[in-house]
């Protein structure tokens, strides 16, 4: 059974703080890790990808993998109030392009 | 971008009833869509892959006969809830598999999700 899983939260920061959010996956071969963002209602968005061990960087965005402890993570710097979301931990299973989600991490941020 | 709409937003009827969900990609040829079942502070579960013209894989647990899905072409699926009763009241998701996009990063485009309500 391949997994994924996170923390369900709700996480809270105060506005302007880092959040820190954390996955790990069960399947060693896994290749390929995205952040997905979901607001109440609505269907999720891709927010980062991540494919390679190590951080990558996108504007207020860091995504962090570590193959080898099976650890993506996602923080987020100088959080805002539009930032209360779910964020989806999915990870891709080449046969079939499948995505497998996390449970999701409920965020919130109080200004 | 590739956009992908999903039809209807929201559907409200009675226990028994047959309910159709349209998945399109508008700017794109989808070979592979996915349908998704997410209950309320719950994760997305994948319910069934739909490939162009042959059957739909569907995962572990779910009601094949319950959720009917057709791919008849490259830019359409349909979910059919067929005699839907209140447990199967769930927002509805799908999403398109791009395979120009996906080797750019973007996995799948999701749908706006149909918001389902059996009474």
């Known amino acids: 059974q391949k997994e994924v899983e996170q923390n369900s939260g709700p996480l809270s920061v105060p506005e302007g703080a880092i959040a820190s959010l954390n996955c790990t996956y069960s399947d060693r071969g896994s290749q390929s890790f995205f952040w997905y963002r979901q607001y109440s209602g609505k269907s999720p968005e891709l927010i980062m990808s991540i494919y390679s061990n190590g951080d990558k960087e996108d504007g207020r965005f860091t995504a962090q993998l570590n193959k080898a402890s099976q650890y993506v993570s996602l923080l987020i710097r100088d959080s805002q109030p539009s930032d209360s979301a779910t964020y989806l931990c999915?990870?891709?299973?080449?046969?079939?392009?499948?995505?497998?989600f996390g449970q999701g991490t409920e965020l919130s941020v109080k200004p | 971008g590739a956009v992908v709409s999903q039809h209807p937003s929201r559907v409200i009827c009675k226990s028994g009833t047959s309910v159709k969900i349209e998945c399109r990609s508008l700017?794109?040829?989808?070979?592979?869509m996915f349908w998704y079942r997410q209950f309320p502070k719950k994760s997305l579960m994948l319910m069934a892959t739909?490939?162009?013209?042959?059957?739909?894989?569907?995962e572990q647990g779910v009601e094949k006969d319950k959720f009917l899905i057709n791919h008849a072409s490259l830019t359409l699926s349909t979910l059919t809830v067929t005699s839907a009763h209140p447990e199967d009241s769930s927002f509805y998701i799908c999403s398109a598999r791009d395979l120009w996009t996906g080797s750019l990063g973007q996995p799948q485009h999701f749908g706006d999700g149909t918001r389902l309500s059996i009474l």
């Open positions: 700017d794109f040829q989808a070979t592979t």
């Open positions: 999915a990870v891709l299973y080449n046969q079939g392009g499948k995505l497998i």
């Open positions: 739909s490939n162009e013209g042959s059957k739909a894989t569907y």
